[in-house]
Structure formats: structure tokens, C-alpha cells
């Protein structure tokens, strides 16, 4: 594709819902990244993949949150028993290269905004 | 102390003036440096990224790096009203990269 692109864009859930958010990287894009964006905050690094492999977990604020991306393309971060906290914007970012550089540019998708009543 | 530090702003500029962002960080094993900008209920937008001490310059756009006093700036020239949105600052240490909360700017026509 031409970009990132995330699905569902918008998502209501009521407390205690598991709810599934989907990123389709750009195509050949061998980093993914997800990140949460609270109201007035930057993005908050939540967990990492290079190909399939997730190598950095440490940003998920709990065990409610998974990630995972079997084949190494698509990704889908699910958060379990939803609670309000959990209300933000969910961001997620590919890079082409699976190196820590800077010219290693990250490309945002449209984000998912999880209202969680 | 957060990791990376921004003045939330809002910063308030007439229109062609000079807008000045401000960023510190606290990890000095930083090793590369982003500016994004965000417009309302959009995704951050890669402007440019620095790794060296000094300036770089693009277009309108000058990042500015002090690896020792652990301090990063953008500076946009002749600014417009388009340039109105969220600055954020970004560091990656690694595959991790962290963000500040960013800065609102306002170019006044």
C-alpha cells in the first residue's frame, strides 16, 4: 500500500471489552512499531517487531495488553477487559530497515482512537 | 523527571518571524535526535532528524544538537500560518524512541 494504514479508525468500547486494534505496515517495511497517544501528550512507545520477532515489550502497561505480528506483516495489538485508562489514541509506525539509525525513518499510520465508556 | 522535556506552549508568532522549539533530554546514551509535527487529530509527520553536534539545515527548518548540554532545538524561519500545529521532539536510544509532549505553535497571519 501507499502508506500505514490502521483499522478500525475509531473504536468505542464498553469497560471490561476486549477490543483488537489492526496495522497494515507498508509493504516490505521490515520494523513496526505501536505507540499510545494521550490527549495532549506525546507518543508513548508501547512494543517493537522486527519482521516477526517482538523484541521490545517494555511500553505495554500491562498484562492485558498483546501484541503480535505472526508473519512478519500485518500486526494486531488487543487489549483485554478494557478500562478507562485505556482511552487514547493508538499509533502505529513502520520503518523499512530493521536498524536503530537515524535515517531509519519511521512512517505513522492514522491511529485508532479507543474511547473506552 | 520525564525523559524529554518540551514547553507545551502554546508559542504564539507573527507570521515570517522566526519560531524557536526547545527540547532537553535526560538519557545521554541518545543517539539520534527527531522533530515531528502533528496538526490537530492527525499522526506525527517527520520534519527532520539530527545525529551530530551543530546545526542542519533544511529548507526553512534548522535543528540544532549540544550533546553536552543534552539539548536539542528546531527553528523554522519566515513562518507561516501552515506551520501552525504540535512540535514534537523525539530521541531513540536503540530501537526505542521517545517523545516529549510536545509544543503548540501558532503563526498569527
Known amino acids: 500500500g501507499a502508506g500505514v494504514s490502521q483499522s478500525p479508525r475509531y473504536k468505542v468500547a464498553k469497560r471490561g471489552q476486549d477490543v483488537a486494534l489492526r496495522c497494515d505496515p507498508i509493504s516490505g517495511h521490515v520494523s513496526l512499531f505501536w505507540y499510545q497517544q494521550a490527549l495532549g501528550q506525546g507518543p508513548e512507545f508501547l512494543t517493537y517487531f522486527q519482521n516477526e520477532a517482538q523484541l521490545d515489550k517494555s511500553g505495554l502497561p500491562s498484562d492485558r495488553f498483546f501484541a503480535e505480528r505472526p508473519e512478519g506483516s500485518v500486526s494486531t495489538l488487543k487489549i483485554q477487559r478494557t478500562q478507562q485508562e485505556d482511552s487514547a489514541v493508538y499509533l502505529c509506525?513502520?520503518?523499512?530497515?530493521?536498524?536503530?539509525?537515524?535515517?531509519?525513518?519511521?512512517?505513522f499510520g492514522p491511529g485508532t482512537r479507543l474511547t473506552v465508556l | 523527571q520525564k525523559e524529554v522535556e518540551q514547553n507545551s506552549g502554546p508559542l504564539s508568532v507573527p507570521e515570517g518571524a522566526i519560531a524557536s522549539l526547545n527540547c532537553t533530554y535526560s538519557?545521554?546514551?541518545?543517539?539520534?535526535f527527531f522533530w515531528y509535527r502533528q496538526y490537530s487529530g492527525k499522526s506525527p509527520e517527520l520534519i527532520m532528524f539530527?545525529?551530530?553536534?551543530g546545526d542542519k539545515e533544511d529548507g526553512r527548518f534548522t535543528a540544532q544538537l549540544n550533546k553536552a548540554s543534552q539539548y536539542v532545538s528546531l527553528l523554522i524561519r519566515d513562518s507561516q500560518p501552515s506551520d501552525s500545529a504540535t512540535y514534537l521532539c523525539?530521541?531513540?536510544?536503540?530501537?526505542?524512541?521517545?517523545f516529549g509532549a510536545g509544543t503548540r505553535l501558532f503563526v498569527k497571519a
Open positions: 539530527i545525529y551530530s553536534n
Open positions: 538519557d545521554r546514551g541518545s543517539q539520534s
Open positions: 523525539a530521541v531513540r536510544g536503540g530501537f526505542k524512541t521517545i
Open positions: 509506525a513502520s520503518s523499512l530497515a530493521g536498524t536503530s539509525g537515524p535515517t531509519d525513518t519511521q512512517y
